[in-house]
């Protein structure tokens, strides 16, 4: 085993495999064997392989709730119902998984329901990048184009995992290739105008977000993308009635409110009227939420409402006490009430959770 090791940090993850596997075939090898190899076959993309060894793992390893949401994952590919189980034990032993495991519980549930495997595969597809997880993703979305190379959504979904794993052909061709099965797809129209956003062509994205709006008018995320790409093209006024139209769609959904504070904080633009309004009723909705209450938190100190955002923020941190924004702009809040002490412990956990403004905040106020 420590010999595969060697290989695989010298960057020879082929020999280690055949290391690990001539191994395996010695007197009581150690189970430690079938987790590397897992990883190896995942690394590669031969999920199969990878599900295969890593189901070895599992049966004497019952207790490891990454390791049943890994297989969990690779098994959403082939074998749906035992997907189901495994992420269901993974979030039985560690409850942090279970948002993930309902979005993927959805996912999978929702495609037993289709008749079409082409489909299937993309529902799968979608739940998997939905929890982030591309490489998987983009394998369903492969499925989905040989099951049937007429679908359109396939071909952009495919479009877009190829963007999110930084191919070097940019999911273009997909896109295109999407857009000549079917233009009058609101998910194509929308996922070719993330494209054009993405390189920088904003008025296009702008145009083809609006296309897709016109396709489905009751999204109301399509007239978020609308109001972003009116802000990049610096038309703010469009941009805000955009994102209020969101939130007139969709009135019961948190997320709405919260992207519309989020805007007019970023903006510096109605804050007092707009803005922390729009906050408050993500709270209202979401009341166990530390992110709406971080985004409220920000809003009252930018309308320097200071003992407000203190108590907001530190109700976010009781919440969720890694929220790396809700560190940072408490830290804020302290440099407005000058509690330096308080400040620069905040920005430091800010910082040390991954949040870049509280790096630039700690070298400008405590150099």
Not at 175 to 196: E, F, M, T, W
Not at 230 to 244: E, N, V
Not at 284 to 306: I, P, Q, Y
Request: contains cysteine; negative net charge.
């Amino acid at each position: 085993m420590a010999w595969g090791d060697v290989n695989y940090l010298n960057a020879d993850p082929r020999r280690a495999s055949e290391v690990w596997v001539q191994a395996l075939e010695g007197e009581n090898p150690s189970d430690q064997l079938y987790s590397r190899l897992s990883q190896i076959y995942d690394e590669n993309a031969d999920y199969p392989k990878a599900a295969q060894y890593l189901q070895k793992y599992v049966a004497t390893h019952s207790e490891g709730a990454s390791a049943h949401y890994r297989l969990g994952l690779l098994l959403t590919l082939s074998d749906p119902n035992q997907a189901l189980s495994e992420l269901t034990s993974a979030s039985q032993l560690d409850p942090q998984l279970d948002p993930a495991v309902q979005t993927l519980r959805i996912s999978l549930n929702l495609a037993s329901l289709n008749g079409s495997t082409s489909e299937r595969f993309v529902i799968i597809g979608r739940g998997l990048g939905l929890v982030g997880e591309w490489p998987l993703a983009h394998a369903a979305f492969e499925e989905a184009v040989k099951a049937d190379g007429k679908n359109a959504e396939a071909w952009a979904w495919l479009g877009e995992a190829n963007q999110q794993m930084d191919q070097p052909e940019g999911g273009s061709a997909e896109l295109d290739q999407a857009l000549h099965l079917n233009r009058n797809s609101s998910i194509v129209r929308g996922l070719h105008g993330l494209y054009l956003q993405r390189i920088g062509n904003f008025r296009q994205a702008l145009m083809e977000f609006q296309s897709a709006a016109k396709l489905e008018p009751d999204n109301p995320a399509w007239q978020v993308s609308i109001g972003e790409a009116h802000s990049k093209l610096g038309d703010l006024i469009r941009a805000l009635g955009a994102y209020q139209a969101a939130t007139t769609l969709a009135p019961e959904e948190a997320n709405y409110w919260r992207l519309l504070a989020i805007f007019c904080a970023q903006n510096n633009v109605n804050i007092k009227d707009v803005g922390v309004p729009a906050a408050q009723k993500a709270v209202v909705l979401a009341k166990e939420d530390a992110a709406s209450f971080d985004v409220l938190g920000w809003l009252l100190l930018l309308d320097a409402r200071h003992q407000e955002a203190e108590r907001t923020l530190m109700r976010a941190l009781e919440l969720d006490s890694q929220n790396a924004s809700a560190h940072l702009h408490l830290g804020m809040v302290y440099l407005q009430k000058d509690d330096r002490v308080s400040a620069y412990d905040h920005l430091i956990k800010a910082r040390d959770l991954g949040n870049d403004e509280a790096e630039v905040l700690l070298n400008h106020y405590f150099p």
